[in-house]
């Protein structure tokens, strides 16, 4: 069911880009290469189980923790630029 000019579909395909691009976003910042055996932030060491799990891995479990709470506030865009367009 459209809805003004917007053709059928057109909801769920703004939905559906919204997500590719968080997920996009998401794989992009995920660590790969070699683990390092200390952490770059605190120097303490990352555990074997830590690094054998998480590929690439940089920072050790409490510094990885604080740098994830830092990084919430993301707040996604309205693709249309109109007001009613704006899914919150």
């Known amino acids: 069911m459209a809805s003004g000019w917007a053709r059928d579909g057109a909801v769920q395909d703004q939905i559906d880009s919204t997500v590719d691009d968080a997920v996009q976003r998401v794989r992009s910042r995920l660590p790969n290469g070699e683990s390092l055996t200390h952490c770059q ?3 303490d060491e990352i555990p ?3 690094r054998e799990a998480l590929k690439g891995v940089r920072l050790c479990v409490r510094c990885q923790s604080e ?3 830092q ?3 993301f ?4 693709r249309r630029g109109s007001k009613d367009s704006q899914m919150r």
């Open 67 to 69: 740098q994830d709470e």
């Open 48 to 50: 074997k189980a830590r």
């Open 41 to 43: 932030e605190c120097g």
């Open 71 to 73: 990084g919430v506030a």
């Open 75 to 78: 707040s996604g865009y309205n």
